[in-house]
T-cell receptor, first 115, second 113 residues
Framework: QKEVEQNSGPLSVPEGAIASLNCTYSDRGSQSFFWYRQYSGKSPELIMFIYSNGDKEDGRFTAQLNKASQYVSLLIRDSQPSDSATYLCAVNIAGYGGATNKLIFGTGTLLAVQP | DADVTQTPRNRITKTGKRIMLECSQTKGHDRMYWYRQDPGLGLRLIYYSFDVKDINKGEISDGYSVSRQAQAKFSLSLESAIPNQTALYFC????????????FGPGTRLTVL
């Protein structure tokens, strides 16, 4: 089982709709969770992070975390064509003595927002 | 602006050549990382460093070496490049305190013929 799993997509949504991106992780001791956006040929850009169960909202983005289910998601409201990109989920895995200094990345979900 | 820069941005080389990729940062972060990205495989960690005296192997360090010349500089070397090292390479930084968020440079596209 991969440590961080995402559906590769593509996930196609119409402009103005809500895009829902999902991620599961295997290390139950994981403490911090990140969402990166990556446009084709560009570097990953941090857009959200969450470390407590529940929802965290920032503008059109909402991150949701459920540690019991080992599940983290990203909702994008009012999706725009400019949101079309690959979204990477990253998990700061636990280690001896607490969180490690490494992130484990999923392979990403390609989001396509149709005008 | 505090930033992470990488040089070169693109490089084409031949099998067996030695290549160095450089990363510099003005963020003041003490932790630096090298990743490679391949289609379908995601980002994989090559090496990471917590300070100039601390170097650690990642999951795919074979065929690579690194040098942390200063807090702000972290270089990745391919001693004898081979075609399956063709990939997009990213440098990232992280401050010592915090929740673990990393910030990426623009990347180097390396092609080994």
């Amino acid at each position: 089982q991969k440590e961080v799993e995402q559906n590769s997509g593509p996930l196609s949504v119409p402009e103005g709709a809500i895009a829902s991106l999902n991620c599961t992780y295997s290390d139950r001791g994981s403490q911090s969770f990140f969402w990166y956006r990556q446009y084709s040929g560009k570097s990953p850009e941090l857009i959200m992070f969450i470390y407590s169960n529940g929802d965290k909202e920032d503008g059109r983005f909402t991150a949701q975390l459920n540690k019991a289910s080992q599940y983290v998601s990203l909702l994008i409201r009012d999706s725009q064509p400019s949101d079309s990109a690959t979204y990477l989920c990253a998990v700061n895995i636990a280690g001896y003595g607490g969180a490690t200094n490494k992130l484990i990345f999923g392979t990403g979900t390609l989001l396509a927002v149709q005008p | 602006d505090a930033d992470v820069t990488q040089t070169p941005r693109n490089r084409i080389t031949k099998t067996g050549k030695r290549i160095m990729l450089e990363c510099s940062q003005t963020k003041g972060h003490d932790r630096m990382y090298w990743y490679r990205q391949d289609p379908g495989l995601g980002l994989r960690l090559i090496y990471y460093s917590f300070d100039v005296k601390d170097i650690n192997k990642g999951e795919i360090s074979d065929g690579y070496s690194v040098s942390r010349q200063a807090q702000a500089k972290f270089s990745l070397s391919l001693e004898s490049a081979i075609p399956n090292q063709t990939a997009l390479y990213f440098c990232a930084t992280r401050k010592g305190q915090g929740r673990g968020e990393q910030f990426f440079g623009p990347g180097t596209r390396l092609t080994v013929l």
